[in-house]
């Protein structure tokens, strides 16, 4: 299990983390989503070990990472600027990593190259961008990796090849309990591959829950009332929080956070012409979430 705690790093003033906490469950895939800037790669910085929080504590199954090579043994990371050697090409890579990572798997190495297709011999830093993402994914994958930490890991990749390493790392989370912790502004993606969701801002986790937990109490109401809508009252004694309203002619769409059934009575009280209720995306639920903390598309006047 991954388990960061009042993380505070602060960069010549400007402070990055203020106080962010993440609990991972050992096994699950995580998505970690939020605005630009928001802290997420400084947090997974500090989970592989790259940066030394000011206060705080990143820890691993109980371990705390900061300079302890047999906790890092057990992860491998694919960040958004993937590093590698000058003149190093995959072969190449693959011998670095193999000194690095006991569990390293030569024979799933071999095996992977019919996925792939990469030229082993060409120099890594003459291949394009998504054929740099699919060489991190094979040297990853064979690192046999306990905990898997990707940051935007599918950028580049068109959507044969994301499919295809989406496959790879689900069928080693259902075999092997692989844990994947995953920052991505691809929420239509995360979506379909994640089981828990943490929404970041300003440097702090807002929230995290299980996406079915989060879809389940995030509900998107479509209503046709006969005379004048009612003003909504939020608040927990209400039982709901109205995230966002909005109208086109008669049909008024609210979203508001709370569970399904008690918004529906609420609301059947008023007795609309029409009412339903509307499964929410994950990037729904991230805009009107964050809606809370300032964050929304704004207006422009040119």
């Not at 929080?53 to 694919?78: C, F, H, N, T, Y």
């Amino acid at each position: 299990m991954i388990e960061i705690k009042n993380l505070v790093k602060t960069f010549d003033g400007f402070r990055a983390l203020d106080g962010a906490s993440v609990t991972v469950p050992k096994g699950s895939v995580y998505g970690l989503v939020g605005p630009n800037g928001a802290g997420k790669t400084t947090l997974l910085r500090h989970l592989t070990g790259v940066y030394r929080q000011d206060s705080g504590s990143v820890l691993i199954d109980g371990e705390p990472v900061w300079e302890d090579p047999a906790v890092k043994a057990r992860m491998a990371s694919i960040p958004d600027e993937w590093y590698y050697f000058m003149q190093a090409s995959v072969r190449d890579m693959m011998k670095y990593y193999r000194g690095f990572y006991p569990a390293f798997n030569g024979e799933r190495y071999e095996k992977l190259k019919s996925v792939f297709e990469l030229s082993e011999t060409q120099p890594i830093r003459r291949m394009s961008k998504g054929m740099q993402k699919q060489a991190a994914f094979w040297l990853a994958m064979c690192c046999m990796p306990e905990y898997l930490i990707l940051d935007e890991p599918v950028d580049g990749l068109d959507p044969v090849m994301r499919r295809q390493v989406w496959g790879l790392v689900m069928q080693d989370v259902s075999e092997r309990g692989m844990t994947v912790l995953v920052s991505s502004h691809n929420l239509r993606e995360l979506e379909d591959v994640c089981d828990h969701v943490g929404i970041m801002n300003r440097g702090r986790v807002l929230l995290e829950r299980s996406l079915s937990e989060l879809q389940d109490n995030t509900v998107k109401m479509q209503i046709v009332f006969s005379g004048e809508p009612p003003r909504l009252a939020s608040g927990e004694a209400e039982g709901f929080t109205v995230l966002h309203e909005s109208a086109v002619g008669r049909v008024h769409t609210i979203i508001l956070r709370g569970a399904q059934r008690e918004i529906e009575q609420r609301l059947a009280a008023y007795q609309p012409v029409f009412m339903e209720a509307v499964p929410l995306t994950l990037e729904e639920i991230f805009i009107y979430e964050l809606g809370g903390a300032d964050y929304a598309v704004k207006d422009i006047i040119l």
